[in-house]
């Protein structure tokens, strides 16, 4: 149990700094971009949740056999690929609700200041203009997430694997 309460306050710290970074690129952008690149970052931050929530959706649905092998071969990334796995419940966590939450929130963020410029440039009705940009926004992430998860459980090990290359590039030797 001891466990799990550090590991929410992790959480909770790790979402509070995650999201003050995040929002502060986001916003300091928001101010700085015009619609055409505004819209860009905002399919940037969707397109990162997706492939955060698919690499989270993978890490519960991979088996630990299948990437000893390549452990045993001393492939990179294998012996990260099964510390992955070895913590999956709190990789998928931090993929899924974490990571994934907060580019939620901040498509939304951005979402909001897009329909605001939009606003000022198209002569809809704001309401009008909210409800599209929210429904795209909507479906983008929610088509794309449902598309991935469905790629993550049939690639499973060689999603996990990829992830175990990328994070093999980062650690020391």
Same mark, same amino acid.
Do not use: R
């Given at each position: =149990? @001891? ?14 700094? !995650? ?6 690129i986001s916003?300091? $952008? ?7 690149i505004l819209?860009?970052?905002?399919? /940037?931050?969707? =397109?990162?949740?997706?492939? #955060? %929530? ?8 991979? @088996?630990? *056999? ?9 492939? @990179? ?16 966590? +931090? ?5 994934? %939450? ?16 939009? *606003?000022?440039? #198209?002569?809809?009705?704001?309401? &009008? ?16 997430? *449902? +598309?991935?998860? %469905? ?6 090990? @060689? &999603? /996990?694997? !990829?992830?175990?290359?990328? +994070?093999? $590039?980062?650690?020391k030797s």
């Amino acid at each position: =149990m @001891k466990n799990n309460i550090n590991w929410i306050y992790k959480a909770f710290l790790l979402s509070f700094i !995650l999201s003050i970074i995040f929002s502060s690129i986001s916003t300091t $952008i928001a101010d700085k971009f015009n619609m055409i690149i505004l819209t860009i970052i905002l399919i /940037v931050v969707i =397109m990162i949740g997706i492939i #955060f %929530d698919m690499i989270g959706v993978a890490v519960l649905t991979s @088996k630990e *056999a299948n990437l000893h092998a390549k452990a045993t071969k001393k492939l @990179k990334g294998a012996k990260e690929a099964i510390s992955l796995l070895k913590n999956a419940s709190q990789v998928s966590s +931090i993929c899924n609700d974490v990571i994934g %939450d907060i580019c939620g929130i901040i498509s939304g963020s951005l979402g909001a200041v897009l329909t605001i410029g939009l *606003a000022g440039i #198209f002569p809809f009705p704001t309401t &009008i203009t909210t409800i599209l940009v929210t429904a795209i926004i909507s479906s983008l992430t929610v088509g794309g997430k *449902a +598309i991935f998860k %469905d790629i993550a459980n049939k690639n499973s090990d @060689k &999603i /996990v694997y !990829l992830v175990g290359k990328i +994070i093999s $590039i980062f650690k020391k030797s």
